[in-house]
C-alpha cells in the first residue's frame, strides 16, 4: 500500500510542475517501418539512445562510424558511403546534400533528420545550450492481463486428500496482485552526469516480503559522470559491457541477421548505464573508462552481484553435496517455487581494455574473467557436454577494423582459459548500385563465454561455424533489393540435434515505392539438422512467406495490409499456417495524439508452424508475440500530450482462440478461449 501511496504522491505533484519537452518524431514508427526489432533489452536501448540524439544529434560533419552507427536507421554500408563522400568534397553545408551521397535516399534522410545536425554556428550554439540543460524523466506503467491465471486462485485444505498435495499447490499461489507495475526516474545534466533508478514488479509478485525487501522485485541503479580529462568515464550502479565484435562480452542491442542485410559490423561503445528491466543482463559495480592519451583509451571494471539459479542439493548432511546447479533466466518470483531460486548465485566479474583508435585503423585487447559460486553444473544430456560451468573463466580477445581501397575490414579473435578459440572476420564493400558484406565465424565447440552475443545462428556463440554473405542492391531510384545467404554447420550435438550437421538459410526481399504506395514482398527459407521422435537426425525445413502493401491516405493516415504464410516440413511430418491483419495507424499535426489499430486473423497447424508479428506498444514496451493455433488478434495503442513534458500511453488487446476451451498451462492456465490485456503508461519530462 505504501508503494501506491507514494506513486500517486509523485504523480499529481509533477503535474502541477511546469514541465518542458520537445515534440519527438515516432521513434517505435520508425524503428518497426525499417524492420530493425531486437530483444526486448536491445530494443529499449535503441529507443533509449534515439531519444537522447534528439536532445544532442549526431554532427554529420564530425562523426565517425561508431557514431553513426547510434543512429541504427542506416547500414554500415550507407555510413561508409557517407564518410568517403565526406572525406572527398568536404563537410555538408545542408542537409538535403546528403542525398546527393550514394546508397542515401529521400526515405533514409526523412528517417535520420531528427537526429543529426551539421553544426553550423548557430546550431552549435542551440546544441550546446541544450547540452547544459538539465533534464529528468519520470516514467509509471501499470499493466494487467484478464482473466486471471491459474497461479492466483485460493485453496483450502479440505479441497485436497492430502496435506502434501495442498501444500504443493500453496507453494505455487502467486504472492502479489495480478498487476504488473514498473517506475523509472533519469535525470541527465548535458553530458556530463546520467543517473537512473528503476524499479520493477511483474504481475503475480509480492511487495514488501522477505524476497522483496526493497519494495520491488528489481531494483536497478546508475549514476554515470562523463569528462573530458584521464578519467573520461566514471560508472557507478548497474551497466552494460559492449567489447569488439561480441566474442567475449556484449549486452544491449546486437546487429544479427535481419532485413538489414549489410549491418551485421558491431561498433562497441564500452560501458553504458542500465536502464532496462530485464534481470539477467547486466553488471553490478563500478567501471572506468581511462583516456591515457589522444588515440587511446582503456575500460576496467569490477562486478559483484547475486544472480538467480537453480539448485537441488543431494539428500545429505553436508551442503556441499549438489545434485544440480543451473541459472533461472525467466525473471518470475511471483511464489515459493520462483522465490527459492532467487539470487541464490553470486556472480563475480572483471576485466579490463585497451584501445588504440588510429586514422588508419582501429585495434583493441580485451580481457575478461568471472566465476559463479555455486559453479554451475554440466548436464548428463549429450548436448550438454560442453556446457558452461562459470568455474574461474579467463577470456582475451583481440579485435580490429580498417579499410583499404574502398573495402572496410572489421574482426575479432578470442581465446579461452581452457585453449578452446573463435573467430570472425568480415569484410564489406559498397557504392550508389550495391553494396555487400561476406562474414566468416568459427566457434571451438568448448568456446564459450557468459556473456558473448557474437553472430551466429544461436546466441551463445559456441560450437558453430559459419559463413553469411548479404547485399543490398538498389537498381532503381524507388527498388531495393535485399538478399542474404548463410551456411552452417555445427561441431558436436545440439539441443534437439544428437548428430552434428550442417544447415543453411537464405532470405529476400524487394521493396518498391511509388507515391503513397510502399510494396513490400519477403521470402525467408531455413534448413537445419533435427531430430525426429525417434532420435533420427533428419533435416527440418521451414519457409516464410509475407506481402505487404502500405498506402498514406493522408499525413496523418496511413494504412497498412500483411499476408503471412509458413510452411513446417520434417520426415512425413508437414505443417502450414498464415497470417493476415490490417493495421489503420493516425497521428494529428503536431503529433500529440497517436493511435495505431490492428485486426488481425492467424491460423497454423501447430506452435512448429508458429509466426510472428511485431506489435505498437506504450514507450519501451516491447511486443513481438507467435501466433499459432486459430484465433483472433486485435489491439488499439493511443498516446496523447495534454500537454508539454507529459504523455499518456494506453494499449488495449483482446484475444480469442474459438477452438479451445483451456489457453496456457500450470501456473499460467486460463479458463475459457479469450485473453485480455492492458498497458497504461505516464511519461513526464521537465
Given amino acids: 500500500m505504501r508503494c501506491w501511496q507514494f506513486g500517486l504522491f509523485l504523480l499529481f505533484s509533477l503535474v502541477s510542475l511546469d514541465v518542458w519537452a520537445q515534440d519527438l518524431p515516432d521513434i517505435e514508427r520508425l524503428l518497426e517501418g525499417n524492420d530493425i526489432l531486437n530483444t526486448e533489452d536491445g530494443y529499449e536501448e535503441m529507443v533509449d539512445i534515439l531519444s537522447n540524439l534528439l536532445m544532442t544529434p549526431v554532427n554529420v560533419n564530425t562523426a565517425g562510424f561508431d557514431s553513426l552507427k547510434m543512429l541504427f536507421l542506416l547500414s554500415d554500408s550507407q555510413i561508409d558511403q557517407l564518410l568517403e563522400f565526406r572525406k572527398k568534397y568536404g563537410n555538408f553545408l545542408h542537409i538535403n546534400e546528403l542525398l546527393l551521397v550514394p546508397g542515401i535516399g529521400k526515405k533514409d534522410l526523412e528517417n535520420i533528420r531528427s537526429f543529426i545536425t ?32 491459474e497461479g492466483y486462485t485460493t485453496y483450502s485444505p479440505v479441497d ?18 495480478p498487476v504488473g507495475l514498473l517506475l523509472k526516474y533519469k535525470a541527465t545534466i548535458g553530458q556530463h552526469l546520467q ?20 519494495g520491488f522485485d528489481f531494483l536497478s541503479a546508475h549514476i554515470s559522470i562523463h569528462t573530458d580529462r584521464f578519467f573520461q568515464r566514471i560508472l557507478l550502479g548497474n551497466y552494460r559491457l559492449q567489447w569488439g565484435q561480441g566474442l567475449v562480452a556484449w549486452g544491449g542491442f546486437t546487429s544479427g541477421k535481419s532485413e538489414v542485410v549489410v549491418g551485421n559490423e558491431k561498433s562497441g561503445k564500452g560501458f553504458s548505464p542500465y536502464t532496462s528491466a530485464d534481470e539477467n543482463n547486466y553488471l553490478k559495480g563500478v567501471a572506468l573508462t581511462l583516456k591515457p592519451c589522444r588515440q587511446v583509451t582503456a575500460d576496467v571494471f569490477f562486478s559483484r552481484k547475486k544472480t538467480d539459479g537453480n539448485i537441488v542439493q543431494a539428500d545429505t548432511l553436508a551442503e556441499e553435496d549438489l545434485l544440480s546447479v543451473s541459472l533461472y533466466e525467466s525473471g518470475y518470483h511471483r511464489n515459493n517455487n520462483e522465490c527459492r531460486k532467487k539470487h541464490t548465485l553470486e556472480e563475480l566479474t572483471t576485466g579490463g581494455a585497451v584501445h588504440w583508435n588510429a586514422p588508419a585503423f582501429k585495434l583493441g585487447l580485451n580481457a575478461l574473467y568471472y566465476d559463479f559460486k555455486p559453479a554451475l553444473m554440466i548436464g548428463d544430456r549429450i548436448y550438454q557436454q560442453y556446457n558452461d560451468t ?53 566457434y571451438d565447440k568448448k568456446y564459450i563465454s557468459h556473456y558473448a552475443a557474437g553472430f551466429g545462428e544461436y546466441s551463445n556463440t559456441s560450437n558453430e561455424e559459419g559463413v553469411y554473405f548479404g547485399t543490398d542492391i538498389s537498381p532503381l531510384k524507388n527498388l531495393k533489393i535485399n538478399l542474404y545467404y548463410d551456411w552452417f554447420r555445427f561441431f558436436s550435438p545440439r539441443y534437439g540435434a544428437t548428430i552434428p550437421g550442417s544447415g543453411w538459410e537464405l532470405l529476400g526481399q524487394i521493396g518498391y515505392r511509388h507515391g503513397n504506395w510502399e510494396h513490400r514482398f519477403r521470402l525467408k527459407r531455413e534448413i537445419h539438422p533435427e531430430d525426429t521422435k525417434e532420435k533420427i537426425s533428419v533435416q527440418r525445413e521451414k519457409s516464410e512467406y509475407r506481402y505487404q502493401i502500405g498506402y498514406r491516405v493522408t499525413r496523418q493516415l496511413e494504412l497498412r495490409t500483411r499476408f503471412s504464410l509458413s510452411h513446417y516440413h520434417k520426415e512425413q511430418i508437414k505443417e502450414k499456417g498464415f497470417l493476415v491483419y490490417q493495421d ?22 501447430s506452435y512448429q508452424s508458429r509466426i510472428y508479428a511485431y506489435e505498437n506498444n506504450v514507450l519501451y514496451g516491447y511486443s513481438f508475440p507467435s501466433f499459432m493455433g486459430e484465433g483472433w488478434r486485435t489491439y488499439l495503442n493511443l498516446s496523447w500530450k495534454p500537454l508539454n513534458g507529459l504523455t499518456c500511453y494506453l494499449k488495449g488487446g483482446f484475444t480469442v482462440y474459438p477452438d479451445r476451451e483451456v489457453i496456457g498451462s500450470g501456473v499460467t492456465k486460463v479458463e475459457g478461449n479469450k485473453l485480455y490485456d492492458l498497458a497504461l503508461q505516464l511519461r513526464f519530462i521537465f
Fill in 584 to 605: 489503420l495507424i493516425y497521428a494529428t499535426r503536431n503529433s500529440r495524439f497517436k493511435m495505431q489499430y490492428r485486426l488481425a486473423w492467424f491460423k497454423t497447424d
Fill in 390 to 442: 562459470g568455474h574461474k573463466r579467463f577470456l582475451m580477445s583481440v579485435d580490429y577494423k580498417t579499410s583499404f581501397r574502398g573495402i572496410y575490414w572489421f574482426g575479432e579473435t578470442a581465446f579461452s582459459g581452457i585453449g578452446s578459440w573463435a573467430t570472425i572476420n568480415g569484410l564489406r564493400w559498397g557504392n550508389s548500385f550495391l553494396s555487400a558484406c561476406l562474414l566468416y565465424r568459427r
Fill in 160 to 177: 485436497f486428500d492430502t496435506r502434501k498435495e495442498y501444500e504443493r499447490k500453496v507453494d505455487n499461489r502467486f504472492h502479489g496482485p
Fill in 118 to 149: 551539421l553544426g553550423h554556428p548557430e546550431v552549435q550554439d542551440r546544441v550546446k545550450a541544450i547540452r547544459l540543460r538539465s533534464r529528468q524523466e519520470l516514467l509509471t506503467r501499470a499493466k494487467v492481463s484478464l482473466p486471471l491465471q
Fill in 195 to 214: 543517473a537512473g533508478l528503476t524499479l520493477e514488479n511483474d504481475p503475480g509478485e509480492g511487495y514488501f516480503t522477505r524476497y522483496q525487501k526493497t
